[in-house]
């Protein structure tokens, strides 16, 4: 059973488009994260939340706006892809605030030409 | 100054070799490290947690010096399935996330 899934794996798409990227866990966590790894492969945190409510928002574009319809899901809404969006986006989820136990989806690569 | 700081790398080494990474953190106040790894074109996996007295799980060893900020990972007899990028990860104390350092990239070669 895979933990922490993603969709869709690969997305190209055309600037100026809106996207959506869904994640979901099955391991009772209920902290859950996005993660952007740009081309120099350096992976940083964009968004936390915590049984639904956001615990983490760093500086990220407003066009970038995260949803948690429920503790297992959080899903990432692009608006308006610009080139420089085009990235592997992780999604993370842990339970509670414990980073032991730290668990990555296999990654979402988005192009945008 | 970046929060966490790694050689980047690439180590090239033979197969059996032992080689080191180091990483430094700019946050004093931090309170949990990790190594991470990440094979090309895969998610990041954790290898190993690091603590205050130093750790080791077979052929790798972790050590964690507070006063000078700087974390280091040895891979002992290394195999060629070890090549990978090497993470380390900081919590930092002001925030409940973990900030990743851009990694190392190893190359065990036969």
């Known amino acids: 059973d895979t933990a922490v899934s993603q969709t869709p794996k690969y997305l190209v798409t055309q600037m100026g488009n809106d996207k959506s990227i869904k994640c979901e866990q099955n391991l009772g966590h209920d902290t859950m994260y996005w993660y952007k790894q740009d081309s120099k492969k350096f992976l940083k945190i964009m968004f936390s939340y915590n049984n639904k409510e956001l615990i983490i928002n760093e500086t990220v574009p407003n066009r970038f706006s995260p949803k948690s319809p429920d503790k297992a899901h959080l899903n990432l809404h692009i608006n308006s892809l610009e080139l420089g969006d085009s990235a592997v986006y992780f999604c993370?989820?842990?339970?509670?605030?414990?980073?032991?136990?730290?668990?990555f989806g296999s990654g979402t690569r988005l192009t945008v030409v | 100054r970046k929060e966490v700081e790694q050689d980047p790398g690439p180590f090239n080494v033979p197969e059996g070799a032992t080689v080191a990474f180091n990483c430094t953190y700019s946050?004093?106040?931090?309170?949990?490290f990790f190594w991470y790894r990440q094979d090309c074109r895969k998610e990041p996996k954790l290898l190993m947690s690091?603590?205050?007295s130093g750790n080791e799980d077979g052929r790798f060893t972790a050590q964690l010096n507070r006063a000078s900020q700087y974390i280091s990972l040895l891979i002992r007899d290394s195999k060629l399935s070890d090549s990978a990028t090497y993470l380390c990860?900081?919590?930092?104390?002001?925030?409940?996330?973990?900030?990743f350092g851009a990694g190392t990239i190893l190359r065990v070669k036969s």
């Open positions: 946050n004093s106040a931090s309170q949990s």
């Open positions: 990860v900081v919590n930092m104390e002001y925030g409940n996330k973990l900030v």
């Open positions: 690091v603590y205050s």
């Open positions: 993370a989820s842990s339970r509670g605030r414990n980073l032991y136990g730290y668990t």
